[in-house]
């Protein structure tokens, strides 16, 4: 297959920037078609963005013979249903992170993957970014020498909507989108760490709602353990004030430490006994489109992508150990 043609499931905000157009910009790809819902709002995305078809139902953007591959956007109470239908309907899958509610969602929709001989690629783009490979080369190279921990820390201020019962966000509708931020931005530290790492095999981790802005979880600590004996800890929360934000990641090692963030990407830090190194790097326009570029480099036989759904189900397994327990 030369060309991969798309449709997109939930054209909402992040497909405006964040992905959307990188599936109409890189090489061998098209976006022939978009559903939503909302007809209005799906018939305006689509004129916007030059998409030939929209549609309001999801079976028949999966019934389109013109597509070859789906893109699940939608929020993470669909990503199973909606994924298993493409892939039951003979179409590979890109589907937005969380992968799913949990660990044996996750495990379902491999299963179909398998029988259906479909792929399933989670959208942690991450995987694909050059600031991310940068730290991933200085480990390899022992930048700072044996790895013994890391640690994780992201403190976050309250949205507005936070604050307005009535205007609460659906990403902290526990039915919708598990729990809370934790459950939304969580993933994307698990999942590089495992990319950068290795596999996480134990995890466990208190968590509460002590600012009462919503009915989900504000507060989080976990420790966590590779499968090599890399130790890890970390600790989120979502109610703090403005000047209290922080979103850092530190690997300490033999000879020194990397200093990183999840979210803000600021420039690398290497800290060694011969002082410190700086990397900077300029992000994406859209943000993932070089983890789209290698899904469809894979879909067409001439590469392959960092992020699988194994991984991906690795990091909903250290999810639901944190949250829930073994």
């Known amino acids: 297959m030369d060309t991969i043609r798309w449709g997109i499931i939930g054209c909402g905000d992040v497909c405006e920037k964040k992905s959307g157009p990188a599936f109409y910009k890189i090489e061998h790809s098209e976006l022939n078609a978009v559903m939503r819902r909302d007809a209005v709002k799906v018939k305006d995305f689509a004129l916007r963005h030059h998409v030939q078809k929209y549609y309001t139902d999801v079976q028949d953007i999966i019934s389109d013979p013109d597509i070859d591959a789906i893109y699940v956007a939608t929020p993470p109470n669909t990503h199973k249903e909606y994924s298993i239908k493409a892939m039951r309907a003979g179409k590979p899958v890109y589907v937005e992170k969380p992968m799913a509610m949990s660990y044996e969602e996750c495990r379902e929709m491999i299963v179909v993957a398998r029988e259906t001989g479909q792929k399933l690629f989670p959208a942690f783009y991450r995987r694909a970014l050059p600031y991310f490979i940068q730290i991933k080369s200085l480990l390899e190279k022992q930048a700072i020498g044996d790895i013994l921990l890391v640690t994780v820390s992201l403190n976050k201020t309250p949205l507005e909507s936070d604050l307005i019962p009535d205007k609460h966000s ?39 709602n002590l600012a009462g802005f919503y009915d989900v979880k504000d507060t989080f600590s976990a420790s966590f353990y590779f499968k090599s004996g890399i130790i890890g800890s970390g600790h989120w929360c979502f109610a703090v004030a403005s000047n209290m934000e922080r979103d850092i990641v530190e690997i300490i090692g033999t000879k020194g430490k990397i200093v990183f963030a999840t979210f803000s990407f600021a420039p690398i830090r290497l800290e060694t006994d011969s002082g410190a190194k700086v990397f900077e790097f300029i992000l994406p326009e859209h943000i993932e489109q070089p983890l789209i570029q290698k899904v469809v480099d894979e879909l067409r036989g001439v590469g392959s992508s960092p992020s699988t759904d194994e991984s991906g189900a690795r990091t909903a397994r250290v999810m639901d150990w944190i949250l829930k327990g073994k």
Not at 182 to 202: K, N, Q, R, S
């Open 170 to 208: 659906w990403r902290v509708d526990r039915q919708i989108a598990g729990e809370g931020y934790f459950y939304d931005l969580a993933p994307h530290t698990f999942d590089i760490l495992d990319f950068l790492l290795g596999e996480i095999v134990d995890a466990k981790g208190f968590s509460a």
